[in-house]
């Protein structure tokens, strides 16, 4: 067993929260039992999750998005109430990190998303509002909008929507965001990017793609960000004497 504020610090550090300027603490969330020998983890902490949690004994729920969103409702009622009662009622922990997890160069979402669909990666951008979220590279040979579009659904086993299929520009240098990224787009063709993908889109992605000459791929802001948190949890596993486990709960978004 490990110590909760061991594997809360060293997660802190190695993810540097300090760094980020987020919409949400990163960190622990809802403190649970001390002596921690087990972690489930998934991408958000929605009630079917918890109860996953608890089925499992989890000690840590580890998850990408977690609660108290900035300009949300502080008060603890209704849906709130009843995930972080049965967090409480089970001594499990709730740690969550966002925007540092998206960023991190060995085991976030950007980087394992690179990973899953086999691009090379030339790097990120380090200023900004986008340090360390926006990242760029390169397919191992040009390829049709199609056929990447293929690659994306057999990987992350979803249909992405793509934007741009009036353009017959092959593909070979992408850009790419996971989650709600779609501002991003602008940035990437300014980087000359033949493509960009992000978890969700706008109304106003189609237009932009268009105009700027780059295809758009919203390749699910869920199956996006499935990769990050579990490298995260093993990255935990082999540096502790604790488990874990990834629990999808399926959503389409």
């Not at 067993?1 to 760094?19: H, K, P, S």
């Not at 849906?79 to 740690?95: G, T």
């Not at 926006?134 to 992405?160: F, T, Y």
Request: aromatic share 8%; glycine share 8%.
């Amino acid at each position: 067993m490990t110590q909760l504020n061991t594997i809360v610090e060293y997660c802190n550090d190695l993810l540097r929260i300090n760094e980020f300027k987020d919409y949400c603490p990163n960190g622990l969330q809802v403190e649970g039992v001390n002596e921690v020998s087990r972690i489930i983890c998934g991408v958000t902490a929605c009630q079917a999750l918890i109860e996953s949690a608890i089925e499992k004994r989890a000690d840590i729920l580890l998850v990408h998005h977690g609660y108290f969103w900035k300009n949300e409702n502080a008060v603890i009622t209704g849906i709130k109430r009843k995930r972080i009662q049965r967090l409480l009622e089970h001594d499990i922990s709730l740690l969550a990190y966002h925007l540092p997890l998206d960023a991190h160069p060995e085991v976030g979402n950007n980087k394992t998303l690179a990973d899953v669909l086999g691009i090379k990666i030339n790097g990120c951008v380090e200023q900004g509002d986008s340090k360390g979220l926006l990242w760029n590279g390169e397919l191992q040979s040009a390829v049709n909008a199609n056929d990447l579009s293929s690659l994306i659904e057999s990987r992350l086993h979803r249909k992405p929507l793509h934007l741009k299929d009036f353009s017959d520009k092959k593909i070979k240098t992408i850009g790419w965001c996971t989650g709600g990224a779609q501002h991003y787009i602008e940035d990437a063709a300014a980087m000359g990017l033949d493509a960009f993908i992000s978890g969700e889109v706008s109304e106003q992605t189609f237009h932009l793609a268009k105009e700027l000459d780059i295809h758009y791929f919203a390749a699910g802001h869920h199956a996006t960000e499935s990769y990050g948190v579990q490298a995260l949890a093993e990255h935990l596993s082999s540096k502790f004497t604790i488990s874990s486990e990834f629990v999808d709960i399926p959503n389409p978004v």
